[in-house]
Every structure is written in C-alpha cells, then in structure tokens.
Nanobody
Framework: QVQLVESGGGLVQAGGSLRLSCAASGRTFSRLAMGWFRRVPGKEREFVAAITRGAGLPYYADFVKGRFTISRDNAKNTVYLQMNSLKPEDTAVYYC????????????????WGQGTQVTVSS
C-alpha cells in the first residue's frame, strides 16, 4: 500500500508560481511512476504531468508544456510539480498519483491517489 500526501496548494495571482509536493510512504518509491492530475468542478479529472521510475523521464499535457516542471527526489520519497506562469484556467484540485505499472498517461493507470490540494489562480 502506498499513501500519498500533497502539499503546496494555495491562492496565487495570474503569472505567479507555486510548487506542489507529494510525499509517498514506503520503501518502494523509486519503483513507482508518479503523476499529477487535476480536476475542475463539473469536469473530468485530467492528466497534467508524469515522471517515470528509473531515468525519471517527464511527460506533460500540452497545456502545461513550458510552464510546469515535474521532478522527483527518490531519497525523500517526494515528487514535485513546479508551476510557473499560472493562469486562471489552472485553478483546480491537483492530485498526486502513483503506479507500479508501465503506463502513466491516464488516470486508470494509477492505483494510488492523494487527497488533493486546491490551487486557485486569480485574474
């Protein structure tokens, strides 16, 4: 069982930055691919970014490329999402997710989820 705890959400003005963190329990973090998703009320949860185990290759949704950066620190069992140039449309609850599997672009690929952290971007 993997437990995930997100932190770092909050209120920021458009153009500002936030860094989300997700701390994972257990001793197998390096074997997990990690992802970030977000959900706006009334809409389906959508993929934001993922980072593979091993080489730590990043993948991004088109709407965050060049603005968001995903990274991981295996020594700290933590994955990060650095969000720059934030826009009001980035307002959502952001979720961290983890998988031991070999696919990581869809929410069905992930078995473990955090509780979510609210990000609000004001115009």
């Amino acid at each position: 069982q993997v437990q995930l705890v997100e932190s770092g959400g909050g209120l920021v003005q458009a153009g500002g930055s936030l860094r989300l963190s997700c701390a994972a329990s257990g001793r197998t973090f390096s074997r997990l691919a990690m992802g970030w998703f977000r959900r706006v009320p009334g809409k389906e949860r959508e993929f934001v970014a993922a980072i593979t185990r091993g080489a730590g290759l990043p993948y991004y949704a088109d709407f965050v490329k060049g603005r968001f950066t995903i990274s991981r620190d295996n020594a700290k069992n933590t994955v990060y999402l650095q969000m720059n140039s934030l826009k009001p449309e980035d307002t959502a609850v952001y979720y961290c997710a983890a998988t031991y599997g070999s696919s990581w672009l869809g929410d069905r690929d992930y078995a473990y989820w955090g509780q979510g952290t609210q990000v609000t971007v004001s115009s």
